[in-house]
């Protein structure tokens, strides 16, 4: 089955830190929200280029050693290999959906929170 939504109105309505919310067999969309003054915290993915689109709030990303203004509708592509980090800056929460290709998390995982997120070794299966 194909993804169809409104992804803007699925992002806004996102109140989870992480949710799977599509995986297909070469990439996946996960919709994230940051608190005021939370980060997904630094990462590389070996394997797995990844999209960002940012709908609401304001922060930075640092991408191997450069910072970028976010804003709604600032977009990042970050290719596989690449260190980076989502520091939300502003007052409101910062939400986005990103795409990872291939797919990075389990299909329909969701994370209440970055500690769930950090609690959860899930991740280990795909970085083999």
Not at 13 to 27: D, G, P
Not at 56 to 72: D, L, M, S
């Amino acid at each position: 089955m194909p993804y169809f939504s409104n992804i803007e109105l699925a992002t806004l309505a996102n109140e989870n830190f992480r949710t799977v919310i599509y995986t297909a067999e070469h990439s996946q969309i996960v919709l994230m929200s940051l608190q005021p003054g939370e980060e997904i915290g630094v990462e590389t993915h070996a394997k797995n280029d990844q999209f960002f689109r940012f709908e609401q709030g304001t922060g930075k990303a640092v991408i191997a050693g450069h910072e970028y203004a976010i804003e709604n509708g600032t977009a990042i592509l970050v290719p596989a290999g690449m260190e980076h980090n989502i520091i939300n800056t502003g007052q409101e929460k910062l939400k986005m959906y990103t795409i990872y290709a291939p797919a990075h998390h389990i299909d329909k995982r969701v994370h209440v929170t970055k500690v769930d997120a950090e609690k959860d070794a899930e991740d280990e299966a795909f970085e083999s």
